[in-house]
């Protein structure tokens, strides 16, 4: 069964400041990997997703991601963070079974 | 398009009674799916759907979760009785997946219960 870890239960940067939030998981081979944003009160948005091909992955909003299988990681970053970026994100892996694992989040607060 | 519709957005119950929540998938998706988010944690999957078949259900407390999907477009949970450890935002999402697993899910703003 797969597994997904976000090490990091809250980051905070200033605003203009480079970001990264990481995300490692566990599978036997290459899942489908995802991050998604959730604002408050509002449902999962889909930032960007990575199935095989070109690691380096762009998403919404200035949002990328890069897919390291020699470290089981598929880390987020944005060069330049906006005050409108504070969110929770979420790392998800789909394996073998289909079935989608959320890790358990990364709360993003921006300081002005 | 229209999105993934959830109601009711809120609901504040006692334990021991019973609640349901109601969700419209995007037309024409295929799976759907619902998760129960508790605070401070990611979404856990309760129940896949593939059409009006279940595809998973292994985390679904089957003493008193139900959930069904008539025919193969909206879905309704169900938990009965509630408990405190139920409270908890449930979200329902959709994927034009035929099962494959690399199409991305949309999800609905959720349903918030609170079990007093």
């Known amino acids: 069964a797969q597994s997904v870890t976000q090490p990091d239960i809250h980051i905070t940067v200033s605003e203009g400041a480079s970001l990264e939030l990481r995300c490692n998981y566990s599978y036997g081979a290459t899942p489908y990997l995802f991050w998604y944003v959730q604002s408050p009160g509002q449902g999962l948005q889909l930032l960007l997703k990575?199935?095989?091909?070109?690691?380096l992955v762009q998403g919404i909003k200035g949002f990328e991601a890069e897919f390291k299988r020699s470290q089981s990681s598929f880390n987020l970053r944005k060069p330049s963070v906006h005050w409108s970026d504070a969110a929770e994100y979420f790392c998800?892996?789909?394996?073998?079974?289909?079935?989608?694992?959320f890790g358990r989040g990364t709360s993003l607060i921006v300081h002005p | 398009e229209a999105g993934v519709a959830q109601s009711p957005r809120y609901k504040i119950i006692e334990k021991r009674q019973s609640v349901a929540f109601w969700c419209n998938p995007i037309?024409?998706?295929?799976?759907l799916y619902w998760y129960q988010q508790i605070l401070g944690q990611g979404p856990k999957l309760l129940i896949q759907?593939?059409?009006?078949?279940?595809?998973?259900d292994s985390q679904l407390p089957k003493d008193r979760f139900s959930a069904e999907r008539l025919k193969g477009v909206d879905s309704t949970l169900k938990i009965q009785p509630a408990k405190l450890e139920d409270s908890a935002v449930y979200l329902c999402?959709?994927?034009?997946?035929?099962?494959?697993?690399?199409?991305?899910?949309?999800f609905g703003q959720g349903t918030r219960l609170t079990v007093v």
């Open positions: 037309s024409g998706h295929a799976t």
């Open positions: 759907f593939q059409n009006n078949g279940v595809v998973d």
């Open positions: 990575y199935f095989s091909g070109d690691t």
């Open positions: 999402a959709s994927s034009p997946s035929t099962g494959l697993g690399n199409t991305e899910a949309f």
């Open positions: 998800a892996v789909v394996g073998g079974s289909y079935i989608p694992t």
